[in-house]
């Protein structure tokens, strides 16, 4: 993603050589107490404050964030607030990636994979449609208000940026229980999402605008499938060879240690694989996660399975809590303000620009999307009601720490930052301030009252389409009476194809499960086909379920 300098959190050791001992950077030590403080803090009043509508934890830890740097402003005089520079690849390399691995471990594939194609159409289809009119708008609004230094490439990466969803908050007030299709289809948008606004930020980065021709946009769109693509193969194929060396090597004879410490390894390793080939990391370890969760996590024993379904699960709460209480603190920095040299009229108008031009952005393809799958679903009991339209919505405007570090990347890395390039970073701050901290907070009352309140079941995704046994009964309906052999196979094929059409998710969905049962699972493992391991208290047999199946 970024060049890899020198990361602000490693402790530097110096060498005192009249004493020839070794101590710590007393500065980095402080900082470091006062983010644990912070994180210790954001703990407790995350749980005082568990039942509250209005508040979660990533809200609190941003506010915790601000009132930190406040007083670390105040302290030194309006000097400066920062206690730690903000560094992308801190950001890239080890807070976002057990975040993204838990969320597909965690996932309820199910649900989540038959909400597929609405979630690449939205994911990919609806972060193109964002990035474009962001891009237009930007580009026709600015020279109005007095912004005219920036570059057509200045102009692409703003669409890029802020088409960036936080799939992070998202998390968080969104409840996979009592929302089940608004979860799987908004977070995992988010998910894609982020991978789509990277690539479309680095293909900007790479593009020679000074010799632009009309196969620029092919090679965007070839650049994409690759990676989304080659990514995706990545995640798959790193989950499965955890699997398999699991699964053969029954390290549970010995140590369950070794099973936690490869999974967790082999996980992390898949994300800076793809970082490595320059692929996308966030959907290389979320689809790792997935395969992990579906069969390596089967062939572990059960003391390691509870292990590692905690130990990913706080992983990513902390990593979570840090990123929002490092970018509250962040916000804060006040050498950043100054090199705007706006005043608070510009930096007004240019920050209400821009967030009017992401809402008007998201509503472009959210409406439209659902409406057009609306009209070719023809049971009334599938259709996506306004009010769940209207929630995707407003669920999906919230921006976050992949949209800070992006515009980190743009305007605050050049070797001579403009003032105008100073006054879009400090913007995109106030821009993920304002939509975390106001979206995020209202998100969870408005779903109770517009969706919650209906006594409308919110799991209209199992009812989308006919469960596994009504497939089951379909082909044997159709193929009741044939009246010769050949005409049964026939019939077979042609009943297939329809109920591809009728209901191809679910369709697809029977055969794999038939190939799963069949070929993969005894080779890889998984749910039933679980050695038997002595170490472990339930042996073979043992029918644990997945973290979410």
Not at 327 to 341: F, P, T
Not at 441 to 462: H, N
Request: include cysteine.
């Amino acid at each position: 993603m970024a060049s890899h300098e020198t990361m602000p959190l490693l402790i530097p050791l110096q060498i005192d050589s009249s004493t020839s001992s070794y101590f710590l950077n007393t500065s980095t030590i402080i900082s470091l107490c006062v983010f644990v403080t912070l994180l210790c803090a954001c703990i407790i009043l995350g749980h005082l404050l568990e039942e509250n509508r209005w508040a979660n934890e990533s809200i609190t830890a941003l506010i915790l964030g601000l009132c930190a740097g406040a007083v670390v402003l105040l302290v030194s005089k309006g000097k400066s607030s920062q206690i730690l520079v903000f560094n992308e690849d801190l950001f890239f390399l080890y807070l976002l990636p057990p975040i993204i691995f838990n969320a597909g471990f965690q996932v309820k594939k199910k649900r989540f994979f038959k909400n597929f194609s609405i979630i690449l159409m939205f994911g990919i289809l609806g972060t193109v449609i964002s990035f474009c009119l962001i891009s237009l708008g930007v580009f026709a609004l600015f020279n109005l208000i007095g912004v005219t230094s920036l570059t057509i490439k200045d102009y692409l990466a703003i669409g890029a940026i802020l088409s960036a969803t936080d799939s992070v908050c998202t998390l968080q007030v969104l409840n996979q229980d009592e929302t089940p299709f608004l979860y799987s289809v908004v977070f995992g948008e988010g998910v894609v999402n982020d991978a789509t606004s990277i690539v479309l930020f680095n293909s900007v980065q790479s593009i020679d605008f000074s010799n632009v021709d009309a196969t620029v946009s092919l090679r965007l769109v070839g650049t994409f499938l690759y990676l989304f693509f080659t990514s995706t193969a990545l995640g798959l194929v790193v989950g499965l060879l955890s699997a398999y060396i699991i699964k053969t090597l029954y390290f549970g004879r010995h140590s369950t240690d070794r099973e936690v410490a490869l999974m967790m390894l082999m996980a992390y390793l898949s994300y800076m694989l793809a970082e490595l080939l320059s692929l996308s990391g966030i959907l290389t370890v979320f689809f790792c996660g997935i395969v992990m969760s579906h069969y390596t996590w089967h062939n572990i024993t059960e003391s390691s399975r509870i292990t590692t379904k905690h130990a990913f699960a706080t992983m990513s709460f902390i990593a979570e809590n840090f990123i929002f209480i490092y970018v509250g603190m962040d916000a804060l920095d006040i050498d950043k303000w100054k090199e705007s040299n706006s005043g608070a009229g510009t930096s007004l108008a240019v920050s209400s620009t821009l967030f009017v031009l992401v809402l008007v952005g998201r509503a472009a393809f959210v409406f439209p999307i659902t409406n057009i799958l609306n009209y070719l679903r023809k049971r009334e009991s599938t259709r996506i009601q306004i009010k769940e339209q209207f929630i995707m919505w407003w669920a999906g405007l919230m921006r976050g720490a992949v949209t800070i570090a992006l515009s980190y990347d743009q305007f605050s890395k050049t070797e001579k930052t403009s003032s105008e390039s100073a006054l879009m970073f400090t913007c995109t701050i106030i821009i993920v301030l304002f939509s975390t901290i106001v979206f995020g907070s209202i998100t969870k009352p408005l779903v109770e009252a517009v969706l919650l309140r209906s006594r409308r079941q919110m799991d209209s995704d199992t009812t989308d389409f006919p469960s596994l046994e009504e497939i089951r009964q379909l082909f044997l309906e159709d193929n009741a009476d044939p009246s010769t052999e050949g005409n049964s196979q026939r019939a077979h094929r042609s009943s297939s194809f329809r109920l591809l059409l009728r209901h191809p998710t679910t369709t697809v969905h029977y055969y794999w499960r038939k190939f799963d049962d069949r070929f993969m699972r005894p080779i890889f493992g998984g749910r039933g086909f679980v050695p038997y391991v002595p170490a472990s208290p339930t042996g073979a047999g043992d029918e644990t379920s997945s973290p979410r199946s």
